[in-house]
Nanobody, 122 residues
């Protein structure tokens, strides 16, 4: 499967961005999908994940109440709506998928997109 993330950019603190992830190459509608991020000099960090049906979601404490993950299986798309952005949200954001239920650790995921840069200025 190929995953392509896009929608990143430069935004001021307090602003919003919507990331998208397009999946192709296999049926991913039964996969758990997730977003991770990695800032310079830091380890890859879990952000959020969603079950195949969209009925179950996981969020890192640092983004709860500000970020929302969603998916559209008919379009093979996953989205990350990011509101009230903070400078500490600055990172490369990656989408990923795995067979089965979503997990919050990156080693559980089999497929990764190339990442999209999000920069939040103060």
């Amino acid at each position: 499967v190929q995953l392509q993330a896009f929608g990143g950019g430069l935004v001021q603190a307090g602003g919003s961005l919507r990331l998208s992830c397009a999946a192709s190459g296999r049926t991913f509608s039964s996969d758990g999908m997730a977003w991770f991020r990695q800032a310079p000099g830091k380890e890859r960090e879990f952000v959020t994940a969603i079950s195949w049906s969209g009925g179950s979601t996981l969020y890192a404490d640092s983004v709860k109440g500000r970020f929302t993950i969603s998916r559209d299986n008919a379009k093979n798309m996953v989205y990350l709506q990011m509101n009230s952005l903070k400078p500490e949200d600055t990172a490369v954001y990656y989408c990923s998928s795995r067979r089965g239920v979503p997990k919050s650790y990156y080693t559980a995921y089999e497929y990764w997109g190339q990442g999209t840069q999000v920069t939040v200025s103060s």
